[in-house]
């Protein structure tokens, strides 16, 4: 493919240089480093708080919290990270459209496929990285906290919420090539992060489909076998094939 | 024989609300520089745009050195050096490093990149600035930037779409001197609506108007064939009664006032005659039945922008 290697240095470089690189990596680590602290500390801040100014709740702590508490509290930080995503992603060629670099790259010969490919694998990279981090950071801390890591579900876990955000970032910078414009290729993002939300909301449909990452993510956490597993992983592998494909076609023909 | 550099055949370009370019045949042969003119709205961008391969023209065909254009014309791509009309690069960029960017696409060695990128930011004036990073450069400075990336990989054809617009006198003059340069080795298409750079620089002219290449000829021919003389009557007092006479006189064809900023009680009147003999005597004495001071009356070569507003104007009435 035509341009794609050095496309993908140029990404490279700009992700370094622009520190989205490390300011990315660093909220990465905070999901990994916060989560087996928070599941430590958040029981032990609330048995500290006096009976009287519970408002009536009665805590009840029946166990210690443990590696599983931990992992239960990664997976709902991480779902925050699309966030990130669609932020980091939106504006990557709409943003470049706008500010009339694109006909100065595309006129040299860089095929538009090249051009687009480099644009979603840029952060599909990063976040490969921050998931790398995150984890490591995570089990690091958890098995200091808790003594103690599940590894084979730890690393499936792992790779679920890394394919998930794969997800979000294809639909993302799809849309900043389709709709010309960083504030639909957010809404876009943030849309089908929502989505993904409400469709999780109903496990039983969601397991069919790409928003069946999020179940059965849950599912690990709290040790349910995993049913389903090849329908969710094939459907989200084909959405974001099918994504690419739809905006490789949409940029071949649009006017720059 | 080699294909023309451009040819393009009864193009066509529709957009949803208005049709910019309504069967141009344009053919582009050999070396040198082209000069590319239009009023604003002429569809000189459009053009341009199509011949990059930017736009799918929606009729007509259009062949870029021998090979039909479109979005992934690859391998003419490395014959042709493009600059927009307001070069755009990422701020974070320093200029050596977009030139190294550009090198990279366009498949050139380490060697033959760093030889390159030495040689052409001589040549655009930017080596000083070179490792300054591209967020901070002026208008001007991203003007020649752009053109020191089309120069890379050493083109065939240039497409430039008003290369000296952002520039300051002294830059205008270094890099017209760098297109004519250019012009000798390579086939040069330049937009620009400066006439007089156009009349410096090119051999050739093309005038677009509202869609449609209404001139396209040699520049000498060009002026040659619209050689009409024209005299200069500079003259001050209330020409009220001298202009209607003038547009009475036999031996005018018309006349039109030129701005003068550094004398303003002064007026110039432009007059293209057709019968020269005649109105060398007749104006001065014009001018005395008149009761106007003359203060200067002399003869003067039609410049392209003259030639340019006649063509213009004749299309107008034309139409």
């Not at chain 1, 009339?100 to 490919?117: G, M, T």
């Not at chain 1, 069919?208 to 993510?217: C, E, F, N, Q, R």
């Not at chain 1, 690990?220 to 049913?227: C, F, H, K, T, Y």
């Not at chain 2, 040198?32 to 391969?53: C, D, E, H, S």
Request: hydrophobic share 45%.
């Amino acid at each position: 493919m035509s341009g794609l290697g050095v496309l993908l240095r140029k990404e490279a470089l700009e992700w370094i240089r622009t520190r989205r690189l490390l300011v990315s990596l660093v909220l990465f680590l905070l999901v990994g480093l916060g989560s087996p602290l928070a599941a430590k500390g958040i029981p032990a801040m609330l048995a500290y708080i006096p009976h009287d100014q519970m408002g009536g709740v009665e805590l009840l702590l029946t166990r210690e919290p443990g590696m599983r508490d931990a992992m239960a509290q990664y997976l709902k930080n991480f779902n925050m990270l699309p966030l990130l995503v669609v932020l980091s992603s939106m504006g990557t060629i709409a943003g470049e459209r706008a500010r009339e670099i694109l006909p100065l790259v595309l006129s040299k010969p860089v095929s538009r496929r090249a051009y687009l490919l480099s644009k979603i694998l840029a952060p599909v990279a990063v976040q490969a990285a921050g998931t790398l981090v995150a984890a490591l950071g995570m089990a690091v801390y958890t098995t200091a906290l808790f003594g103690e890591i599940w590894l084979p579900g730890y690393a499936a876990l792992n790779g679920l919420l890394f394919l998930n955000l794969v997800l979000f970032a294809t639909c993302t910078v799809a849309a900043s090539a389709c709709l010309k414009s960083t504030g639909g290729a957010a809404a876009v993002g943030l849309g089908a992060w929502f989505l993904s939300m409400v469709l999780g909301g109903l496990p039983s449909f969601a397991r069919y489909t790409p928003a069946g990452l999020g179940v059965l993510a849950a599912d690990l956490v709290v040790g349910r076998p995993l049913e389903h597993v090849g329908w969710c992983l094939a459907s989200t592998v084909l959405l974001v094939v099918a994504v690419f494909a739809w905006a490789d076609r949409v940029l071949r023909r649009q006017e720059i | 024989m080699a294909p023309p550099v451009l040819d393009v055949r009864s193009l066509v370009h529709r957009f949803p609300d208005v049709e910019v370019l309504k069967g141009v045949d344009l053919c582009v042969e050999g070396h040198g520089v082209y000069g590319f003119l239009g009023v604003n709205g002429a569809g000189k961008t459009t053009l341009l745009r199509i011949l990059n391969g930017f736009l799918i023209q929606t009729g007509g065909t259009v062949k870029v050195l021998g090979e039909d254009v479109g979005p992934e014309m690859m391998h003419v791509r490395r014959r042709i050096g493009y600059l927009p009309q307001s070069p755009a690069f990422h701020g974070w960029m320093t200029g050596e490093e977009v030139l190294r960017f550009t090198g990279d696409l366009l498949g050139l060695t380490r060697v033959e990149t760093r030889q390159q990128t030495g040689d052409v930011l001589a040549r655009t004036g930017l080596a000083s600035a070179a490792r300054r990073r591209v967020g901070g450069y002026s208008g001007g400075m991203r003007q020649r930037l752009g053109l020191a990336q089309a120069l890379l990989g050493r083109p065939d054809l240039y497409l430039l779409d008003e290369p000296v617009s952002a520039l300051d006198p002294v830059g205008r003059q270094e890099v017209l001197d760098l297109v004519t340069d250019l012009g000798r080795q390579a086939t040069v298409f330049m937009s620009s609506h400066v006439l007089g750079d156009v009349e410096r620089l090119a051999d050739h002219v093309t005038i677009l108007h509202e869609g449609r290449v209404i001139v396209r000829e040699a520049t000498r021919a060009l002026r040659a064939r619209f050689l009409r003389p024209i005299y200069d009557v500079v003259v001050s007092g209330d020409t009220s009664s001298f202009e209607k006479d003038l547009n009475e006189s036999n031996g005018v064809g018309s006349w039109r006032v030129v701005e003068t900023h550094d004398a303003p009680a002064l007026k110039t009147l432009r007059v293209h005659v057709n019968d020269e003999g005649r109105a060398r005597v007749a104006l001065p004495g014009l001018v005395a039945v008149h009761g106007l001071a003359l203060h200067r009356f002399g003869s003067t070569a039609p410049s392209l922008e003259e030639v340019f507003l006649r063509v213009i104007g004749s299309q107008g009435d034309a139409s």
